[in-house]
């Protein structure tokens, strides 16, 4: 009986729907309307705050504070922890900082996440562009290799011209053209030679040190479909901006782009004055050696 | 290369307008919308919560293409709803996960030492979340907006970007399914319990 048998579904359809309903009702209980409530105002004070520019002191604090304050966006949170990560230092030798940093679960999730993938990127090669004259560029390409070893090349026409080597406490500057060496025992000599530029960027905690005493962040934007994000950073005693892009997947900068005020003080045109692009490499073995231990370990 | 830069305090005046004026324009008219929708599905007070501030999460990252939506509103309940099915979708993978491992959480045995229907009625209400916790996204999200919230399937199509006719066939499979699934709990006596409560 065709007939009986669609009633019979049409019944079976309505107490399903009844069913549903009775579960699903609207009973929001006032004590979590009250919390959701705070939660809507919480956002909206960040989405209003969000955007006024931070003071970033000495304190680790105030990063915990900006991380707060960028709550509502994990993803950028993770992207800004990984700079966390540099600004600490704490990439290289996570386990103390770690303990300090991570006050809550989501940034100990964040921190531990961004180490076990920077302790794969155990080096890290930079290449730099630095537009000239004439519309000609200088290039560099800096190595490191391991928290006191690296190597920085001036490049001129295609090849190195000078090269700055560091091996733990020796420090050695090399010219290609004359031959000439000269040995330093600190870094500080540096400074007065064509590498100054270079200081910044010898390692990721020189890099991150620089970032966070020097650089206010602004404000990020998503790009390339929310797989990076461009962070946005101002120096106002240098009248410089900073444009980092970073990685969303692997939470590591990808390209940093320096741009300073022109010339002319007035138009407020700020031009393109450095470009450094990163290539962070993994160790393969050691990662693999992880992989087959923790497959042991499930199996 | 030059770029052009507004003075940053322009630019970060302009900035906080455009945010504050997307909160009072998008954001404020359905705050209460979002709580009821998310609270209808997921139904756990701390849960609640985080499935709020996913979804406030998500409505942030995607602020300027829900500004330029045709009907805003709409796409940010449905991404209010789309947090809530995956919180539910956690919860069910982990009840039966429970379930494999013979556990029960602390609330179902206080509630059970309590008062036998109770717990009768919780799990009967924890299968149906369960349910529709296993439906595909599409299905679950029809038959809420369907059945639950009741809005025309004119408003569905048009939230979920797809033909009248296709969210007839999902709230038709999905009811199917959890009919189902439930038929257990329609033909017992949990359906006069709820009536009754």
């Known amino acids: ?299 | 290369m030059r770029i052009a830069v507004t003075a940053p305090g322009d630019a970060e005046a302009l900035q906080m307008a455009t945010e504050k004026s997307l909160y009072e324009r998008l954001i404020a008219p359905v705050e209460s919308q979002m709580m009821r929708t998310i609270w209808r599905i997921v139904r756990h007070d701390q849960l609640a919560e985080d499935t709020l501030q996913d979804a406030l999460a998500i409505i942030w990252q995607k602020r300027s293409r829900i500004r330029h939506h045709p009907n805003p509103q709409a796409l940010i309940l449905k991404i209010c709803l789309n947090c809530a099915y995956d919180s539910l979708r956690r919860q069910s993978r982990q009840h039966r996960q429970q379930s494999l491992a013979g556990l029960t959480s602390s609330a179902d045995q206080e509630v059970g030492k309590n008062i036998s229907q109770e717990l009768e009625l919780k799990q009967a209400a924890d299968e149906v979340l369960n349910a529709i916790g296993r439906l595909p996204r599409s299905q679950a999200l029809a038959v809420l907006m369907r059945i639950v919230q009741r809005q025309p399937y004119e408003d569905i199509a048009r939230t979920m970007g797809c033909s009248e006719t296709t969210v007839r066939i999902h709230v038709s499979r999905g009811r199917k399914r959890l009919s189902q699934r439930l038929a257990h709990l329609q033909n017992s006596s949990h359906e006069e319990s709820f009536n009754a409560k």
């Open chain 1, 1 to 299: 009986m065709p007939n009986e048998n669609n009633l019979d579904e049409h019944n079976h359809d309505t107490k399903t729907d009844e069913l549903l309903r009775q579960v699903l009702k609207d009973d929001l209980p006032p004590q979590v309307e009250a919390r959701m409530k705070a939660q809507f105002m919480l956002f909206r004070e960040n989405v209003e705050r969000d955007q006024q520019p931070l003071k970033i002191s000495a304190a680790m604090a105030d990063w915990r504070r900006f991380f707060n304050l960028k709550w509502a966006v994990r993803r950028e949170v993770l992207a800004f922890s990984s700079l966390a990560m540099i600004v600490a230092g704490a990439f290289l030798h996570v386990s103390g900082h770690r303990s300090a940093m991570a006050e809550t679960l989501s940034f100990l999730n964040s921190s531990l996440s961004v180490a076990a993938k920077v302790r794969y990127a155990s080096s890290m090669e930079c290449r730099m562009r630095f537009p000239a004259e004439n519309g000609k560029h200088r290039s560099s390409i800096i190595r490191w290799v391991s928290p006191d070893v690296a190597r920085v090349d001036l490049i001129e026409h295609g090849k190195p011209s000078q090269t700055l080597l560091i091996y733990g406490e020796d420090i050695t500057l090399a010219d290609h053209f004359s031959n000439d060496f000269l040995k330093y025992q600190s870094l500080e000599p540096i400074k007065e030679t064509d590498f100054a530029f270079a200081l910044e960027f010898l390692s990721p905690i020189a890099l991150a040190t620089s970032m966070y005493e020097k650089w206010k962040p602004q404000h990020f934007e998503l790009k390339a479909h929310g797989q990076k994000a461009a962070f946005f950073f101002l120096n106002n005693g240098e009248k410089a901006s900073l444009e980092m892009i970073v990685d969303l997947d692997t939470q590591l900068p990808l390209t940093l782009k320096k741009y300073s005020l022109g010339p002319s003080d007035v138009e407020d045109v700020y031009e393109l004055a450095m470009e450094a692009q990163f290539l962070w490499n993994e160790i393969d073995l050691l990662k693999k050696i992880d992989d087959q231990t923790q497959q042991g370990r499930d199996e």
